[in-house]
């Protein structure tokens, strides 16, 4: 009996892996192609939140894409994800407002669908890849990869399924099995950067730029931007990162009823130069102190106590002393504990910053939520511009860091 081969098999069915797979099978009917993801649905944000947008560089590498490849790339993400573009009002008064204090506003083509629908087009778009015949196996964790002179194989439960090529798609949660991967193929690769900063939560009447643009991308000095704002029914969530928690914020869909409550995070982005390297090993001490800090939870304090000096206790969290309860639950505190002084620094002064664009946010019920840490990527050193790694293999998506977001991946 032959083995089973394909033509490609692609790990991930995350936007990366989906868009590998789109794109091959439009432009070589015949190949045979195997998607396998370990999930039974993809995990990363096409399933929660599931904000897109369409205006280069938001979500791209921009080391990798230049801004043409970008658009061209964009509009055929545009044609699979049919999204409903948001509208945008006032910009420019708070474009004027923001360049007075050297802040710039990018405006961004954003269409949201939310946690609650993001499924349907998760189903739409695995469905139409199997009209196409790609054949794609959820629930399949992927254990090793390996290479001859012919082709690469994939190891689930012990058996190899081979492909003569193979596309690795494992996202932000497959950085160390990217890394074992790298290092067991003996792949060169770059870990330097990490963002580090706080999740804001506030009521929608404090952060109204929200009714005029939906995620307002803003760049502060120092390195220093919001990311991933969320209204309607927005939600701070805390994700399990190894041993400990990470916080994170998402939003539902229009069509559920709105909790009033806005959440943002401002991030810091740090490159770390010699001797210091690894932007996952300082993330992962950050984020173990911040969890130490707070007996295994995250740690949230209220703007009134963090200007005060003096840490937020559980009772400055009911709705007597302060006008909303916080939507996660995580451990009153003080964070100028946790966060390094630098970094703090940086991110009150864009709190300060952006509380002169859009009055309100420094408000004393104002709730920081700490640690939101991105990690980036394991980047590999790509042998041509297909982002091939060797003779058969592909690293692509977040966790080769080519991408930062739903329609860059
Ligand atoms: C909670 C959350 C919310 C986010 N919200 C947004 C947002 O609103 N907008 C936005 O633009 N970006 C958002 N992001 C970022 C976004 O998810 C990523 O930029 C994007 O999904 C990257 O795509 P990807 O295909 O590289 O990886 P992913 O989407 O993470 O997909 C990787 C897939 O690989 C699978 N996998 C991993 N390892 C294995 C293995 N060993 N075997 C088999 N399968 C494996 C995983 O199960 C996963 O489904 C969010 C991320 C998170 C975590």
Not at 26 to 51: F, H, Q, T, W, Y
Not at 69 to 93: G, R, Y
């Amino acid at each position: 009996m032959s083995a089973e081969i394909h033509d490609v098999i692609i790990v991930g069915t995350g936007p990366a892996g989906l868009g590998a797979a789109y794109e091959l099978v439009e432009a070589r009917p015949s190949l045979k192609i195997l998607m396998v993801d370990k999930g039974s649905i993809c995990s990363g944000g096409l399933r929660n939140d599931c904000k897109q947008n369409y205006t280069f560089p938001i979500g791209f590498a921009e080391n990798y894409w230049s801004k043409g490849e970008a658009e061209e790339l964009l509009e055929k993400v545009e044609n699979h994800l049919q999204p409903k573009i948001l509208p945008t009002s006032h910009l420019e008064t708070y474009q004027q407002r923001a360049a007075r204090i050297g802040v710039e506003i990018v405006a961004v083509r954003q269409a949201h669908v939310g946690t609650d629908q993001s499924k349907k087009l998760i189903h739409r778009l695995l469905a139409r890849l199997e009209e196409l015949g790609v054949v794609i196996r959820l629930r399949t964790e992927v254990s090793d990869i390996s290479e001859t002179d012919r082709d690469a194989a994939i190891v689930i439960d012990g058996k190899e399924i081979r492909g003569r090529k193979l596309i690795v798609a494992p996202g932000r949660k497959g950085f160390s099995f990217l890394q074992e991967i790298m290092e067991k193929m003996g792949i060169t690769y770059v870990d330097n950067i990490v963002d580090v900063g706080v999740r804001l939560e506030t009521q929608q009447e404090r952060y109204p730029i929200v009714a005029d643009y939906y995620d307002p991308k803003i760049y502060f000095p120092d390195n220093v931007r919001t990311f991933c704002t969320n209204s309607g029914h927005a939600r701070v969530i805390r994700e399990k990162y190894q041993d400990f928690y990470l916080i994170n914020g998402h939003a539902l869909s229009r069509q559920q009823a709105g909790n009033n409550l806005v959440n943002v995070a401002l991030l810091k982005t740090i490159h770390l130069k010699d001797p210091v390297r690894s932007g996952q090993q300082m993330a992962v001490y950050l984020g173990r102190l911040a969890n130490e800090i707070g007996g295994g939870k995250p740690l949230m304090q209220r703007v009134g106590d963090f200007r005060m000096g003096k840490r937020s206790k559980e009772e400055t969290f009911n709705r007597d002393l302060y006008d909303f309860p916080p939507t996660c639950r995580v451990t009153a505190g003080d964070l100028g504990l946790a966060v390094p002084a630098r970094i703090m620094r940086h991110l009150w002064t864009a709190m300060k910053k952006l509380d002169s664009i859009v009055p309100g946010i420094l408000h004393p019920s104002t709730i920081m939520y700490y640690p939101e840490i991105k990690m980036y990527a394991n980047k590999p050193v790509f042998r041509d511009d297909y982002c091939r790694v060797t003779r058969h293999l592909y690293m692509i998506g977040d966790g080769a860091g080519t991408s930062r977001g739903i329609t860059g991946a």
